[in-house]
């Protein structure tokens, strides 16, 4: 049953913001650098300057004390004027999240859609988020090269900032930005091994190590690994995945660090599906009935990735309390698939009726990104206020062929499909498509105390944006970005605020004739409230807030017919308007209970006030519960509930798809058998429920997944 906004409104007044850092765990379990003692010993002194100088993780007290990245400024999530979310490493082991797209699923507020075997879109207030940074460092996301499905060893957490963040980001998307925080050295030598088992013929193992490398401990490592190979519910489809990581950190001076990193992925899945199945038969009805384990995939369809990604982080604080930090990441993908797309509306009682269209998809991917920034304190008017300001730079080239089938090949019945299809004749010369996008900004942000209750947060963004392609070129230079917002505390205990951003958007969609769409423009206005309770042990948030844009993207819904990219056409949408709100509480409510609970509405109307992503659920309602029996046994339930979607006007007599609301559980149980070795259990999808994970793709559906369970060892040190 749909819970009414007013019961959930009764529960908490305000709800909090999410999971963050924990760092609680048992003494065998990694933990993140936070302090480091110099040669001397002089750690207390260390303690200062590092505190100032590198994001300061593990804070006693209310959650809410946290460090946030959202503006720049050296702001905890209380002190800044926007939605935030972070999901730790304690949440991601529980409940055994291991790739992004899992995260995201868990994540308040977010909508995770997975349209194929291995690409899912993400969305947050009713827009898709295109905006992921890697240690606060911009990076463009590309669905194509499966940047969803990044494994979560790389991560000691992950940053969500609902609503426009283009001060930072530079592209004020007002979804949200999700920033990958890439796990350091510890403070202590440490590490783990594990290994898993679970459905599917699912095997998984880890290894995570950090460790000093020299005698004086200035300089320290950190490396890791993951291997996973197995089936899927999805007929056919199998995974071999691997993933190495290394990160060095070096004091240089009891001031100055500087961090390199690299890591290496492969991803090698069999029988991928490109699109999904069809949600109509022929004859009007929905095609709903189709086992979930439905697939078009073939014994020749395949999506194979490749990643190498470095980074270099330097870092120094000076004795008048600023720092600087320059950082660079490097990043480069390829990408090869032999694709099987099909569609069009199958015969109800024969399963025939599809057409097809095949590609074999080459594709090469290189970005570089680049940020320099100073912060610190100033004096002004009697009182002290904070400074940051910064320049970014991003490049991307990426360069695809498309080779294209030379023959017509025959489709047999959807229904028991075995994937027995006759492999295509690929022309020998491909459809080439070269784009270039770079971005430049230059931004500053201010935190001002205007009183010892009041802070007024401003900044603004000077940002190009160029764009060099065989679909034609853009640029726009001088766009501003503004961004103001203002912070009460009301007392030691709950805080208010509002904030509003501008919004410049430069998008990838495409319009039918290949050519980019505008970019987005608009703006963004929040205000909320959040606050402790419990003596700081439980935190709440509310928020709500407007969105307004012209020229947003949705899938255009005469042209369903792939682009020569692999891409399908959009169109814009002008006067887009979305209102929502979002509550979190999160916290201990007793000694043996961890709380996290979040409600998201959202209602999104093109001009004339028709609902523009009705494929999209308006209302989500998550709960996760840990209690702990005792020292040894840990339990965990997890509750994941979305109102009813649906898809106008898709079928064959322009018949609207829907599909009801629907509640997953997913549960965990853990065993501390000593201080190294711990057992755990986890079920997802306790209750079997059959879903669409998405129904607008492609204006297709794919199944989400079934009852699965798994078993993991792991052993600390």
Known sequence: MKPSHMSVISIAVISSLAATQSVANNAASLKPTSTQASPNGTESNNQQIEDKMFEHITVSGSRLDKASSATGLALTLRQTPQSISVVDSEFIDAFSLETLADVMAFAPGIQTQQAETDRFFFRARGREISNFQFDGIPVVYNSFFSDAITDTILFDRVEIVRGATGLLTGAGEPSAAINLIRKRPTIEDAGYVSAQIGSWSNLRFELDQSLALNEEETIKGRFAASYEQGDSYIDLAEKENFLLYGVVSADLTDRTRV????????????????????????????????????????????????????????????????????????????????????????????????????????????????????????????????????????????????????????????????????????????????????QKGVYAAAQLNLHDRWTLIVGNRISSYELEGDNGNFDHSSVTTPYAGLVFDVDDNISIYTSYTEIFQAQNAKDVNGQRLDPVEGSNIEAGIKGDFLNEKLTASFAVYKVEEDNVAARDPINDQPLSDGTFASIGIEGAKTTGYEMELNGKPTDDITLYLSYTHNDAEDADGKAYTPYLPDDMLRVSVFYDINEEVRTGLNTNWQSEISNPNVGPNDETFKQDGYTLVNVFASYNISDQLKVTANVNNLFDKKYYSSIDFFNQGFFGAPLSAELSVRYSW
């Open 259 to 438: 961090t390199v990193g690299l890591d290496h992925s492969e991803r090698n899945p069999k029988a991928s599906t490109w699109g999904a199945l069809p949600l109509f038969y022929s004859d009007g009805t929905q095609a709903d009935n189709l086992p979930v384990s439905q697939t078009t995939g073939t014994d020749w369809t395949k999506w194979a990735r490749e990643g190498t990604n470095a980074f270099l982080q330097f870092e120094h604080a000076f004795e008048n309390e600023w720092d600087i930090q320059v950082e660079v990441e490097r990043r480069e993908n390829e990408m090869d698939g032999e694709l099987l797309y099909l569609y069009n509306a199958p015969d109800s009682a024969t399963g025939l009726g599809l057409s097809n269209f095949p590609l074999r998809y080459l594709a090469d991917r290189k970005q570089t990104a680049f940020r320099a920034m100073a912060s610190g304190p100033f004096n002004l008017l009697g009182r002290e206020h904070r400074l940051t300001t910064g320049v970014l730079y991003s490049k991307q080239d990426v360069i695809s062929d498309s080779f294209y089938a030379t023959n017509t090949i025959e489709l047999d019945s959807l229904f028991g499909w075995d994937g027995s299809i006759e492999r295509p004749i690929f022309g020998s010369t491909p459809a080439t498509n070269n784009n270039t996008e770079t």
